[in-house]
């Protein structure tokens, strides 16, 4: 036996799940098949959205919460600046199908927040152009995350913890035995008692069947812009954002290099052949949408796209993670199905993992995460 636990894939949730597992077992390895953090993987892209309120299931909130908490220990720990605490603003026509179903959802689960009018947001946040009918609901925890700072920092907590982390090792397979399981790459091969699969747009061709009808790997693109004057998008001024105005939506984020301002286009994700060939430039028809919206949203923002990339992750059919045991009995665990919403509670995420994984304890109110799920 080479251990008793094996992370495959160290990206967002995969390092996560390496670090809190350092914290509970002496014999964890962790396999990347580039290097923690690498540009091509869903961590990239320089930040991802934290926030607090969102509309749909009350149940991610105590995830959320834990996972804000665990953001926290992580800089701690490590010396790095993680989160950059700015707020959050969601943005939308006021009786539109957006802000009404998450101050629902905010009611229920208590979280704080604010409603801002058009005139107060207007007198606030004036960088964003409102229409007529547009409110805004602030987030007084919402924030950026720093991605290859939070995949790096954790796997060099990991390691700090006696984790083994093995790079440029890509996985081709593993098996189940009545022993444990088998993991390969090439021609090498180890046993572990059990593993975690955490490969985002790359973990399918390690899934059972019944999974891989119900996923599938898609392209996420990223866009940036130059301000105008870049003073006004600062962490200090311009919180995080996602608007949903009629027929246009966008998300984005403060300028945290000084320099460019993030602007996407919000719920674009498109099925690719591939992980490893994702289209990194964008489309004729994906630049002009984005054009136009920044236009109208943010006049101070020059409307010319300065840098542009895209990833892969993986999808589940109804959008929901895969975050459990492939079969009740079994040593393989899935921690991977994000569907391009699983950064802000990838520390929450990581320390449920680890613990069940490595059977130090479950969580209840999970089973709309549960592989299982797609059995019935």
């Known amino acids: 036996m080479d251990g008793k636990l094996a992370v495959i894939g160290l990206g967002s949730i995969g ?21 923690p953090g690498h540009g091509r993987s869903a961590v990239g892209g ?9 509309r749909g299931r009350p149940d991610y909130y105590p995830i959320l919460e834990r996972s804000r908490d665990l953001w926290a220990e992580l ?28 101050l629902e959802t905010t009611r229920i689960n208590g979280a704080s927040h604010q409603i801002l009018s058009r005139e107060e947001m207007a ?22 995350l720093r991605t290859d700072r939070a995949v790096t920092a954790a796997v060099a907590a990991a390691q700090a913890n006696g984790a083994t982390v093995l790079s440029n090792t890509p996985v081709s397979s593993i098996t189940e035995t009545n022993d444990g399981v088998v993991v390969t790459s090439g021609e ?3 046993t572990f008692e059990r593993v975690i699969i955490a490969s985002g747009g790359w973990s399918r061709q390690l899934m059972p069947d019944y999974l891989k009808a119900h996923t599938d790997t898609r392209r996420i693109f990223l866009s940036w812009f130059v301000a105008r004057d870049a003073t006004r998008f600062t962490p200090e001024k311009f919180p995080i954002f996602i608007r949903i105005s009629g027929d246009r939506s966008m998300y984005g984020a403060p300028a945290v290099d000084g320099v460019t301002v993030k602007a996407t286009l919000d719920g674009r994700g498109a099925p690719t052949p591939s992980a490893d060939s994702v289209p990194r430039e964008l489309t004729t028809a994906e ?7 920044v236009t109208e949203f943010f006049p101070d923002l020059v409307p010319s796209i300065v840098r542009s990339d895209a990833f892969p ?54 089973d709309f995460v549960r592989p299982q799920r797609f059995k019935k």
């Open 15 to 35: 390092s996560m799940a390496l670090w809190q597992a350092s914290r509970l077992s002496d014999s964890v390895v962790g396999f990347e098949a580039h290097a």
């Open 46 to 54: 320089d930040t991802r959205l934290f926030r607090m309120l969102y």
């Open 75 to 102: 800089e701690a720990e490590t010396g790095q600046d993680i989160l950059t605490r700015c707020g959050g603003l969601s943005i939308g026509t006021a009786d539109g199908p957006y802000i009404p179903k998450l």
């Open 123 to 144: 007198e606030r946040y004036p960088q964003h152009n409102l229409r007529a009918d547009d409110v805004a609901v602030y987030d007084p925890f919402g924030g950026a």
């Open 188 to 190: 090498q091969s180890w």
């Open 287 to 293: 630049i002009a949408e984005t054009i136009e919206t």
């Open 313 to 366: 992750d993986l999808f589940t059919s109804d959008s929901q993670p895969l975050l459990g045991f492939f079969t009740e009995q079994g040593r393989i665990y899935s921690a991977t199905g994000f569907s391009g919403a699983g950064f802000k509670m990838a520390s929450g995420y990581g320390q449920i993992a680890a613990s069940e994984a490595l059977g130090k304890g479950g969580f209840d109110g999970m």
